[in-house]
């Protein structure tokens, strides 16, 4: 063989290796792309400590994605929405809609409303959330009452939950910029109720705490709470308090659901202002269109109410918000790896 022939040859065969290498590095690049490298997202959650575990879970699963994730930034409802309207959030974990809804109708500066520039997705949590006012059994024996109307109509019972001497009984209610303080105050002025009844505005743990010193005092208390929380395992409805009634026609529309609690209320149906709700995610429209294995994952995804309750006892009893809800959520998506691994592979195929 010439020595031409050879060095074309050994060409050839250099030529073909370095083919072959490159087909390979581009295979392996392909397989071990995931869609969100190289993308960071934005995420907040609701400014009440129950929100902390499921906004983890999603943090922690769109990490699984490739995304870079920051820590939930603790956030009310009422500045969250325009925030992500605007693009500087992408997303959270923490929407009740028939609460938050209204929150979402605010103008834009451009012009349209925030709804517009925002989505629901999917239901994380279907009917997993319970809402309403407690009231303690003993008032409820001592005046009778089967509703929030005939409690006002009772100039005596108005005065047993009047705690701060206006002549107005007081509701132990929500946190500025929470879609329920929105819910009661607007029952009220929609009833005419301002004159005999009045939500009480702070923490609500703080203001739930307060109602725990009343109801240990032997006195009158009507406090908003909601589930999962809690809170319902300190005062606990059918034993120590009652979701209390509405008439119908009392209730505001699209609040006007049922709450199935059975003999814990104090009227059958039990109407409390509040249509059980979902709890879903929420995010920025033109952040789903860009991020479709993302935007599939959330549709997706589901959790059940109960593992947010364990969760939220555990805080209670002092489990740190971030630490030990970004254990207990890497925990949850450990046990729960066959739910979540059709999820993982679904966001990936519509990447």
Known sequence: MTSKRLRSILGLLLAFTLFAAACGDDSDDSSSSLPGEGKSVSMARGNWQETAFQNKVIQQLLGELGYSVGDPEEI??????????????????????????????????????????????????????????????????????????????????????????????????????????????????????????SQVSATHSALFVESEASFAAGEGLLQYVWTPTAFVGKLVPGRDVLWLALDAGSTLEGQDGVSAVGDACTNDPCTTGFTPSDIVVTANSDWLAANPAAATLLAAFEM????????????????????????????????????????????????
């Open 76 to 197: 009310a409802p009422a500045t969250f929405f325009p925030a992500l309207a605007q693009g500087d959030f992408d997303l959270w974990a923490s929407t009740w809609p028939l609460n938050h809804d209204p929150l979402t109708e605010g103008a834009m500066p451009d012009g349209g409303i925030i709804a517009d520039s925002i989505e629901k997705v999917g239901v994380m949590m279907s009917s997993g959330a319970l809402q309403g006012i407690l009231v303690d059994v003993a008032s409820v024996d001592q005046f009778g009452f089967t509703t929030m109307d005939e409690l006002l109509a009772n100039a005596d019972a108005v005065a047993h939950f009047d705690k701060d001497g206006d002549g107005r009984a007081d509701i132990n209610g929500c946190d500025d910029g929470w879609g329920c303080q929105k819910v009661i105050n607007d029952t009220i002025d929609a009833n005419g109720w301002g004159d005999s009844i």
């Open 304 to 351: 059940d109410a109960v593992a947010v309750a364990v969760q939220a006892v555990a805080i209670d009893a002092g489990a740190d918000v971030e630490s030990g809800m970004t254990e207990a959520a890497t925990k949850w998506i450990a046990d729960n790896r066959d739910i979540v691994d059709p999820l993982i592979e679904a966001a990936l195929a519509a990447a």
